[in-house]
């Protein structure tokens, strides 16, 4: 059975950096295609990066340069370095696994979630 563990999460003053890692398990995790979404209150929830299994990054026009994407197959873990926070970055932070299923599309997963609060 698929597990995540997300962690990282916590309060930065504006200019600050976070580093937020998700841990995976019950998966092969070099197959998967990962992702960070992100949900601030009253919104939608949104793509924030994302990683390929070999390695390409791509990343919404508002992070671009700020935050980087990085996956360690060996860990199983996925990561999302966030520098230059600022105060319209707070949200919630859900990792993303896409598992292939053997030519029958994608299963979703989506971890519990890490709160990141940036302060002015």
């Known amino acids: 059975q698929l597990q995540m563990v997300e962690s990282g999460g916590g309060l930065v003053q504006a200019g600050g950096s976070l580093r937020l890692s998700c841990e995976t398990s019950?998966?092969?995790?070099?197959?998967?295609?990962m992702s960070w979404h992100r949900q601030a209150p009253g919104k939608e929830r949104e793509l924030v990066a994302a990683i390929s299994v070999d390695s390409s990054a791509q990343y919404a026009d508002s992070v671009k340069g700020r935050f980087t994407i990085s996956r360690d197959n060996a860990k199983d873990t996925v990561n999302l370095q966030m520098s230059n926070l600022k105060p319209e970055n707070t949200a919630i932070y859900y990792c993303?696994?896409?598992?292939?299923?053997?030519?029958?599309?994608?299963?979703?997963?989506w971890g519990q979630g890490t709160q990141v609060t940036v302060s002015t």
């Open positions: 993303k696994v896409e598992e292939p299923q053997g030519g029958f599309g994608d299963l979703d997963y």
């Open positions: 019950g998966t092969i995790f070099s197959r998967n295609d």
